[in-house]
């Protein structure tokens, strides 16, 4: 055996699992079940990544060496990040919302895209399936009952998501104003009938629309026209050079007029959130 190698976790093939007397074990494939250690918070960590139903931790490959003939399980896991609930005051908050991030709050939280490349992914490989048998054959209704699943799996991750991003900010704030740039990543392939919107920032817009009405939280959206990425949020003028499409990849930037270094996204949340105080008629913080 080599003394290093690495297993792609592929369905589930990589997990935490119990063996027959009820003690954790790595399940790696080929090797079976392998007797591990490791701190508390690190095998609650791997124990959420094998459930399938916690869609919040995911093993995306182990790596195995051998060394002092000893042998170590280095996993590489992904872990999304839903902020805790902060202690005190409620926030009075400005969301950025769409584009490489879900979206940056004016306090700074960056919320991260979901990543769905396998869901995705489980979706194109049953549709291909399908269109390779002819239609209401058994195994094309088996691919077609996969395919369903599928699609099941990739709202349910996204809709688990955002709810807990939703219930998060809402819990935590009084007032919450957002601005919808509306711009969408799209996957598309040609063995699917329709391209998959992977992230859906109108859904996670409206979502929290919805939930601060019936949790009394005043909600307020800024118009599209609003410049809020090219207002510097310090001095309040606009920074032309910061108009047109072709300037989105522009991620930073210093005001040509205060000078002061701006990140793109929080600089638009803070704008965000003094456009809607002004709205309601309160003064800018
Ligand atoms: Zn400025």
Redesign the pocket.
Same mark, same amino acid.
């Given at each position: 055996m080599k003394s290093t190698f690495r297993i792609i976790n592929n369905n589930n093939n990589v997990r935490i699992t119990k063996d027959k007397n009820g003690y954790d074990k790595i399940k790696l494939a080929k090797l079976g079940l392998v007797k591990f250690k490791t701190s508390k918070e690190y095998r609650e960590l791997l124990c959420r990544g094998s459930d399938k139903n916690d869609s919040s931790v995911k093993i995306k490959h182990v790596t195995v060496k051998r060394q002092h003939g000893k042998y170590y399980a280095v996993f590489n896991v992904e872990y999304i990040y839903v902020p805790e609930n902060i202690i005190g005051p409620l926030m009075q908050v400005g969301i950025d919302i769409g584009c490489t991030k879900l979206a940056v709050l004016s306090n700074g939280t960056e919320i991260p895209n979901l990543d769905l490349e396998n869901e995705t992914d489980n979706i194109i490989r049953h549709q291909k399936t399908m269109s390779h048998h002819q239609k209401g054959s058994i195994r094309y209704l088996e691919a077609q009952r996969l395919y369903n699943k599928a699609w099941e799996k990739f709202l349910n991750k996204r809709k688990d998501y955002y709810n807990k991003l939703v219930n998060y900010i809402v819990k935590n704030s009084s007032f919450v104003v957002v601005q919808n740039e509306n711009i969408i990543a799209w996957k598309s392939n040609k063995y699917l009938s329709h391209s998959i919107q992977l992230n859906a920032p109108r859904d996670f817009m409206d979502r929290l629309e919805k939930k601060c009405q019936q949790e009394g939280v005043k909600f307020i959206k800024v118009p599209r026209v609003f410049p809020s990425t090219q207002k +510097?949020s *310090? &001095?309040q *003028?606009i920074n032309e050079n910061l108009k047109g499409i072709e300037n989105l990849g522009i991620r930073d930037w210093d &005001?040509p007029? +205060?000078h002061?270094h701006h990140d793109r996204d929080l600089n638009a949340a803070i704008n965000i959130l003094n456009k809607g105080l002004e709205i309601v008629g309160t003064t800018v913080q």
């Open positions: +510097c *310090k &001095c *003028k &005001c007029y +205060c002061t």
